[in-house]
């Protein structure tokens, strides 16, 4: 088993049996609308240090990023072999290019 799976399983297993003290709990307990402002929180920060061209900070924010996403699957029932299965699914396309609106010319 991997990091990434058995970050997923402590995590349920934290939904299932909670733990004084614990991060995990608390989002848990406060909710979606919580686990969701974590999320967009970590989201950002990543890009501020990806920005900042700090790749060691980077890594950190990513790995906090996982895992608030972490939190947010489990919190909503999401196995992690479905986004798993539907990674694989997307890399066996070919041709896949979306086409975007521009709406940034400097981007």
Not at 31 to 38: A, E, P, S, V
Not at 47 to 75: C, P, R, W
Not at 87 to 102: D, I, P, V
Request: proline share 1%; charged share 30%; aromatic share 6%.
């Amino acid at each position: 088993m991997d990091i990434l799976h058995e970050l997923y399983e402590t995590v349920k297993g934290r939904r299932q049996e909670k733990q004084e003290g614990s991060y995990t709990c608390y989002l848990f307990e406060k909710g979606l609308d919580k686990i969701l402002k974590k999320c967009g929180e970590e989201c950002s920060e990543v890009i501020i240090a990806a920005k900042n061209g700090k790749q060691e900070d980077t890594v950190g924010e990513l790995a906090d990023l996982l895992y608030h996403l972490t939190v947010l699957m489990v919190n909503e029932g999401i196995p992690f072999e479905a986004v798993e299965q539907e990674l694989a699914r997307r890399h066996q396309k070919q041709g896949n290019l979306k086409q975007f609106h521009q709406v940034d010319k400097n981007t």
